[in-house]
């Protein structure tokens, strides 16, 4: 529960043929973490499976694209039977998805084909309008000139400018009459004997030939209604490939097929990603990974089943120097998910580290309600965690926890949606006695940096870093320094003396943090060293304390929260009956959003920065298994 | 307002200039007194990478490029840093052209694959699903959803009409540099007018090659090869381009260049001769600007010019000590003048 699960390495040598299946096996299984085998890699100079990647990745891509075109979603979830996919299989699949994509993509080019032609008609129409501002007869377009070479065309615009001034240097001139949407409309005219040399100068510059219809003779109401025609030709056409798309991805056998050929490549997945960590030699593969020490059995007995003992299976436990490299796994029950996401929000425990999850849920709750101490606001939170469950996912219980802990705390302060009068307080109320909040904020404060320094220490030690916990700021000096200043502060304020004692266990605490840090300047010079040593004590120091004071907002917020209400109370007062209530109900609504938010964030800050940065390094290697389906990286699991 | 905006990136190319090489440096290492320099990344020290001349950089040549661009381009943002993105696009172009040429070929995937660049973090093509088409009419499509989505129609055309890819390249080269000088002119004020003498000169040194290949190598009229040249020339403006378009001759064309150029060109006897002294310009003008001048961006982009050609010049020592070649005919072919005056015939 305080320690992500115990792991241990398994090595895997099994028979080539087999590696689908195994790898299937343990996709299903879901606790095997796949790593490079441990085993020579002179002895194993094969990479496995080679081939079937490249025969899947052809297939996925296509499949993806035929999934796309027809707008359905992709599949994912497993189909039993699970049986292992074979790398024929897989060619067989690819070949025919090959064959469908092909016709998919025939139809993508018609529909686009389609789409420019109606642009271009959309545009003619568009443009009809503005033959008139050019005052010649549209008939001279299509007659045959002995002389004179004249068309009719679109080009992109930005080639205008440039066209012109080519265009100009084979004797040519261009009128354009018409822009719309990037595309300009012109007529070009000139020399007939130099049409040979312009046309490969139209080409360079997009230029479309527009076909003048016949019609284009001076009745354009006529015209008009040609084009009309051509563009609804056109959306007939677009409309019935598209029909004909959608009758054809409606097709149940397609439809199974395509759905068939989902699950045959979320069933080749495994293979494909273990097989890039397989080596091999002739008939045989090896493979490594981590496996929950909890589940080992369950991998033995899976594997026996469904491999007849063809395999070769060891295990050991994690070495002193690959700690960092084990993957760590949290279990937790599903109430405590919630805190468990935010920490891994910070970052992945290592696999030594304590896991602090438990600690987070306890403290977090806690301060939240102290800050945000009212019953009934509290109530509200739980109720919404309840009522809006589904909505808020795996978050519902930490919703419910910091509402059930805001009621508590209201019952302690005697607060009812800011009344202070419906209820008697259990301790007091915030305001009657704010130096008493601010003094038990500074005692959790206390606490909670003794306990971060704690599990630091304790980390340390896991590690082997001896040293660091106990010469460090943060390790048992830092501790001792830091108790022997509070104690000397207490003594301080109430004998009015230090006594020998503290002062010397404050000295020795120091004595050490500076020690440690002069070793570690080793190579610096002289005057350098020093400062260093001296400003990194000083530092340790101020973290401290300045640590300490930032839980006083604990005793802040909750003095800040009555504060808002006296402020509510005040307006609602100025007002007559109903504008009395409306101001309160606006007021808690207010107060529970806005403040809620900015108490929740306070209480995220207190833990990642003063307790977190401390003792949790985040750097762990998050636990990810083979698994049937794509999800995104576990560090996470349900007990 | 420029000191400050730009300090950092000062700071940055003057100590980056440090890695270029000087003319002794680079003596010295044609006549094997010397066999590596400091300015030299280690992984191309020792380039043994084939005696075969592709006239490109390739892949640990422009791996150097595109980590050096990334440290100056850090503290940019906006139109400056859009430049110089930009700048290193034009690798990505020949990943681009190397696309569709293996798709129009039939070539595999993973054979095109082969001979792509890694682009890094600089990478903007999508460059995994243009590879995963099936064929070119796909492929066009993907590429409409992207920057070079006006050369899609172009290239359809040209596709069925079976035109030579050299012509789609050349368009996409258009494409690139247009967008480029695009790019140097949004820029205000002091980088602006540097910048453009940079961009500019590269671009007249383009225009001017391909006018002369077009003209009198590919036998284009006029009309055609002015056409197909990029529409931002510095010096060398549309008008004149224009005139020299109607020229009938190589010489004739020499001939009429404004005179900053006559001067530059006077008696190269072919394209690559002219291509090696416009380049000594566009070089020269790098110099005068990340050495003159400070606290601009067009101190980076001198320097990103100026370290390519180094590491060209890296590279061709390399190939020619390893062919074996003479330290002069190494000399002749990087354009640099040789020792005692002479000429290689």
């Not at chain 1, 343990?26 to 079937?52: C, I, M, N, R, V």
């Not at chain 1, 139809?107 to 008139?132: C, I, P, S, W």
């Not at chain 1, 003048?212 to 354009?220: D, N, R, T």
Request: net charge neutral; glycine share 8%.
């Amino acid at each position: 529960m305080l320690r992500p699960q115990r792991m241990k390495r398994v090595e895997l040598i099994l028979l080539k043929d087999d590696a689908p299946r195994a790898a299937l096996l343990l996709a299903d299984y879901g606790s095997f973490a796949p790593e490079f085998t441990e085993l020579d890699s002179a002895s194993l100079p094969e990479l496995a499976g080679e081939d079937y990647r490249a025969a899947y990745g052809e297939a996925k891509t296509r499949l993806d694209r035929i999934v796309a075109h027809f707008e359905m979603a992709t599949p994912t979830e497993r189909a039993e039977p699970l049986q292992a996919v074979t790398e024929p299989q897989l060619r067989e699949l690819g070949a025919w998805l090959k064959q469908i994509w092909s016709r998919c993509s025939e139809a993508d080019e018609r529909m686009r084909q389609m789409r420019e032609a109606h642009r271009r008609t959309e545009q003619l129409l568009q443009g009809l309008d503005r033959f008139r501002h050019i005052d010649i007869d549209l008939t001279r377009l299509h007659a045959q000139h002995s002389l004179l070479d004249m068309r009719i065309g679109t080009l992109p615009a930005e080639n205008l400018q440039r066209l012109e001034e080519a265009l100009r240097l084979a004797g040519y001139t261009a009128i354009s009459f018409f822009f719309a949407e990037g595309t300009t409309h012109l007529i070009i005219a000139g020399a007939i004997g130099q049409a040979g040399n312009i046309e490969r100068v139209l080409q360079a510059a997009n230029w479309h030939a527009t076909v003048v219809p016949e019609e284009f003779h001076g009745k354009p109401a006529e015209v008009r209604a040609n084009l009309a025609a051509r563009m609804q030709r056109l959306e007939q056409q677009a409309e019935e490939e598209d029909r004909q798309r959608r009758t054809w991805g409606a097709q149940p056998e397609f439809h199974a097929r395509l759905l068939e050929a989902a699950h045959t490549l979320v069933r080749a997945a495994p293979y494909v990603q273990l097989s890039t960590l397989m080596r091999g030699r002739g008939e045989l593969v090896a493979v490594s990974g981590w496996v929950p020490d909890l589940a080992l059995e369950r991998l033995r007995h899976g594997l026996q089943e469904h491999l007849a003992g063809r395999f070769v299976q060891s295990a050991r436990n994690p070495h002193a120097d690959e700690h960092l490299r084990v993957p760590s796994l949290l279990s937790h029950r599903r109430w405590l998910r919630p805190f468990a996401a935010l920490v891994l929000n910070y970052g992945v425990p290592r696999y030594d580290e304590i896991d602090p999850t438990i600690p987070f849920a306890v403290s977090f709750v806690l301060m939240f309600g102290m800050m945000f101490g009212d019953l009934g606001q509290g109530a509200v939170i739980a109720l919404a965690g309840v009522l809006f469950r589904r909505r808020l996912g795996s978050y519902g219980p930490l919703v419910v926890g910091v509402g059930a802990s805001s009621a508590l705390f209201g019952l302690l302060y005697g607060s009812v949606f800011g009344y202070e009068g419906f209820i008697p307080a259990v301790w007091i109320s915030p305001l009657s006695d704010p130096m008493l909040m601010l003094r038990v904020a500074l005692g959790w404060g206390v606490g909670f940096i003794v306990l971060a320094t704690l599990l630091t220490i304790y980390n340390r030690l896991i590690e082997g870093r001896l040293r660091d916990a106990l010469l460090d700021s943060r390790g048992v000096a830092g501790l001792v320094a830091y108790l022997g200043l509070l104690a000397g502060a207490w003594k301080l304020v109430a004998a009015g003396h230090l006594g020998i004692v503290i002062p010397l266990a404050v000295c020795a605490g120091l004595g050490a943090i500076f020690e440690g840090s002069w070793k570690k300047g080793a190579g610096s010079a002289f005057t350098e060293r020093v400062l260093i040593a001296v400003v990194e004590t000083y530092e340790a120091v101020m973290t401290y304390i300045s640590n300490t004071l930032s839980f006083l907002r604990l005793a802040a917020f909750s003095l800040n929260h009555v504060a808002l209400f006296v402020a509510i109370f005040a307006l609602g007062n100025m007002l007559h009956n109903a504008g009395y209530w409306v101001t309160v109900l606006l007021g808690n609504i207010f107060i529970l959003v806005l403040e809620g938010g900015i108490v929740a964030i306070q209480t995220i800050r207190l833990e990642y920065y003063e307790g977190f940065s401390r003792f949790f390094s985040g750097d762990g290697r998050p636990f990810r298994p083979l698994a049937l389906v794509n999800e995104p990286g576990i560090a996470l699991q349900d007990r | 307002m420029s000191v400050a905006r730009y300090a950092y990136l000062n700071a940055c190319v003057s100590v980056f200039a440090e890695r270029l090489l000087d003319m002794d440096e680079i003596h010295a290492l044609l006549e094997g007194r010397i066999t590596r320099s400091d300015a030299i990344p280690p992984e191309l020290a020792n380039d043994a990478s084939g005696t075969g001349f592709t006239g490109e950089l390739d892949q640990g040549y422009i791996s150097v490029l595109l980590r050096e661009l990334a440290v100056l381009i850090r503290p940019l943002s906006g139109p400056a840093r859009d430049l110089l993105s930009y700048w290193a696009h034009r690798f990505e172009l020949t990943n681009l052209k190397v696309i569709i040429r293996g798709k129009m070929t039939g070539q595999p995937q993973a054979a095109i694959e082969q001979d792509l660049l890694d682009m890094g973090s600089l990478q903007r093509l999508p460059t995994a699903e243009l590879l995963q088409t099936d064929s070119l009419e796909e492929l066009l499509r993907r590429l409409d959803e992207t920057a070079y989505a006006t050369i899609t129609d172009q290239a359809r055309q040209m596709l069925e009409r079976g035109e030579a890819l050299f012509a789609l390249d050349a368009a996409i080269d258009r494409h690139y540099f247009t967008g480029l000088a695009r790019r140097g002119n949004v820029l205000q004020s002091g980088s602006s007018q540097l910048l453009r003498a940079i961009v500019g000169s590269v671009i007249d040194h383009i225009n001017l090659v391909w006018l002369l290949r077009y003209r009198f190598a590919y036998n284009f009229p006029p009309a055609q090869a002015y056409y197909l040249l990029i529409p931002a020339g510095h010096r060398l403006t549309s008008g004149r381009l224009q005139q020299l378009a109607q020229r009938a001759s190589f010489e004739d064309v020499i001939a009429n260049l404004p005179e900053s150029f006559a001067r530059l060109l006077a008696g190269t006897r072919n394209s690559t001769e002219a291509t090696l002294r416009l380049e000594l310009e566009t070089w020269r003008i790098s110099s005068n600007v990340l050495y003159h001048t400070s606290f601009n961006v067009a101190r980076a982009l001198a320097y990103m010019v100026l370290r390519e050609r180094d590491l060209r010049r890296w590279r061709a020592i390399v190939r020619g000590r390893n062919l074996p070649a003479e330290p002069d005919m190494i000399r002749t072919a990087l354009g640099l003048p040789l020792p005692t005056g002479g000429q290689l015939h």
